[in-house]
């Protein structure tokens, strides 16, 4: 292991170690929060009752839908207005905006108009998670040096040509990293929505646990939300170390 | 600005096979906010005769790479033609030229062996001649450790070299080079302009260089294009009439200091203007 990788695991285990001791000698009441121990055997509690298996396949299936929709459609809106300068002129202020706005105060709205199914869900963490790609693919495509489409042309490619064999390689580096972020996005749009007001999910589970009083399956669950969530990123942060040592970086 | 009209006296009566052509050429950048207009070049005319290698020295700022881009069909010109073989050069990069920019241009996500290769691969060259060809290439730009490496593992002067390669693969018949040797030391200046002009002889491309030093202008070229501060235009043509069979060496012969000082003797007027020090420094 790298001497980073060492000290973030002793930092690590301190921490749980000093949590542990801290709810066993009642420093931190049990209503406040529980041991790692007591979470982690809540969890396995947890993971072999029946339910919990439905409220995960929503979550994650809504967690799927929200990030394809926002990634290829984040792209594909992203590269539409870089191209046309007078489109994006008239979008770019709302783009700025966008993260100033409160989404999730308009959920009960998108509840009244899509139903009390999963479509609201996807919808609130669609739209929450898409534009970080659509910015992302912007500034990718802004950034690439104009000696290089230069090139391009020097090498008479075509248009198709020049976006595929070019253009996206120049700006991959931060597509990547709007891709990231929509899939960051996804998980905390699908989760929070499920927390506000849902039936189901995840999200749901932890928010009925803590009105329940029951802390226990609460930090159960959000353990286990955090290690879905740390897996899923550790998965895309190892591809994309990949891709970009690639470029020797 | 009118005492610079001591114009380019190109002999159109001796006309050689003419390989490329700029006729009153100008190059004006439109405004853009916050700032006026920009006219970058010209108006200037140019015959480059096929098989001639033709340097271009100038003042900073004063449209060389301008100049580069209208002749590559990079950039429209605002006003007058460029012609390349016999053709109109229009909006579009004709199939002949090849293009080694001032900046960095090599793509950062591939390999030397594939930048190199980048403009042979759909080309409908076969493979047996792309290795071929790309081998070469290498080699000759001494890149031969490194096919594998990415531009962000080598120096600026090497990915300066990458970009020459890739150039090279495509047999230009008029390379256009801005400035190449610029992040290299003197030493390997002078071997990297040993090794283009064996390059030039064995190819008979036509070559224009862009250079900022004037020695290397001298050694390299059949005739050297002097250009004024910005908006440049030819204020002498040099022709050196150095032998076709030439190198480094040639810095030994007791004519070669006068072209250079006849080239300084316009430059440092034009020079001192671009740095914007008025023309009473220029007339000291
Ligand atoms: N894209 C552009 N838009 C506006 N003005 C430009 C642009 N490119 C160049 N210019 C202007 O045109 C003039 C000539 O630029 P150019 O790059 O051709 O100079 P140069 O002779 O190559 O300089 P150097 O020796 O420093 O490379 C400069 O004054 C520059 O400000
Ligand atoms: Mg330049």
């Known amino acids: 292991m790298s001497k980073a990788g060492w000290i973030r695991t002793v930092v690590l285990v301190a921490a749980v170690g000093a949590l542990e001791i801290a709810c066993r000698t009642g420093a931190i009441p049990a209503t406040m929060v529980v041991a790692p121990s007591v979470m982690v055997l809540a969890l396995v509690h947890t993971l072999q009752s029946d339910e919990i298996g439905m409220h995960l396949r929503h979550t994650l299936s809504a967690v799927a839908i929200a990030m394809s929709l926002s990634i290829v459609g984040g792209f594909i809106i992203g590269f539409i207005l870089n191209w046309v300068p007078f489109l994006r002129r008239a979008f770019s202020p709302f783009l700025a905006a966008y993260y100033a706005i409160p989404h999730f105060a308009f959920y009960p709205l998108l509840i009244v108009i899509f139903g009390l199914g999963p479509l609201p869900l996807i919808v609130l963490a669609t739209l929450f998670a898409m534009v970080a790609m659509i910015l992302a693919t912007m500034a990718g495509l802004d950034r690439v040096p104009r000696v290089l489409l230069k090139t391009a042309r020097i090498h008479r490619l075509s248009l198709l040509q020049e976006i595929w064999r070019v253009r996206l390689p120049a700006a991959a580096p931060h597509i990547l990293s709007g891709l990231k972020l929509a899939v960051a996005y996804s998980f905390i749009g699908v989760i929070a929505g499920e927390f506000i007001l849902s039936t189901s999910g995840i999200g749901h589970e932890i928010a009925f646990a803590y009105d329940n009083f029951d802390n226990k399956r609460m930090y159960a669950l959000i353990l286990f939300v955090l290690a879905i969530v740390t897996t899923f990123n550790m998965a895309v942060f190892a591809w994309e170390r990949r891709m970009l040592r690639r470029r020797g970086a | ?284």
Not at chain 2, 12 to 37: Q, W
Not at chain 2, 162 to 177: D, G
Not at chain 2, 187 to 193: A, E, F, H, K
């Open chain 2, 1 to 284: 600005m009118a005492s610079v009209q001591r114009l380019a006296a190109v002999d159109a009566a001796s006309a050689p096979n003419i390989h490329a052509r700029l006729d009153g050429v100008t190059r004006v950048y439109p405004p853009r906010a916050g700032h006026a207009e920009v006219h970058a070049l010209g108006p200037l005319s140019l015959d480059l005769r096929a098989g001639e290698f033709f340097s271009v020295v100038g003042p900073s700022g004063c449209g060389k790479s301008t100049l580069l881009d209208v002749l590559a069909g990079l950039a429209v010109p605002s006003a007058g033609t460029v012609e390349f073989e016999g053709k109109r050069v229009l909006g579009e990069v004709p199939d002949g030229v090849g293009v080694v920019f001032q900046e960095d241009a090599s793509f950062p996500w591939l390999t030397v062996d594939d930048n190199v290769a980048f403009g042979l691969r759909r080309s409908g060259v076969d493979a047996a001649e792309i290795k071929r060809r790309v081998d070469f290439a290498i080699g000759f730009m001494g890149l031969r450790d490194f096919r594998r490496a990415y531009p962000s593992q080598l120096s600026g002067g090497m990915r300066q070299r990458v970009c020459i390669a890739r150039t090279l693969v495509l047999q230009p018949r008029l390379i256009l080079l801005d400035e190449p040797f610029g992040a290299l030391d003197q030493q390997t200046r002078l071997l990297m302009g040993d090794e283009l002009l064996r390059l030039w002889r064995e190819t008979s491309a036509t070559v224009l260089l862009i250079t900022h030093a004037l020695d290397e202008a001298n050694l390299l070229s059949d005739r050297i294009g002097v250009m004024s501060a910005r908006p440049g235009v030819f204020i002498d043509i040099v022709e050196t009439g150095w032998p076709r069979d030439r190198d480094s060496r040639l810095a030994e012969r007791p004519d070669f200091g006068a072209v250079t000082s006849r080239l300084w003797s316009f430059l440092r007027g034009e020079s001192l203007r671009a740095l914007g020090q008025g023309t009473a420094a220029a007339a000291r």
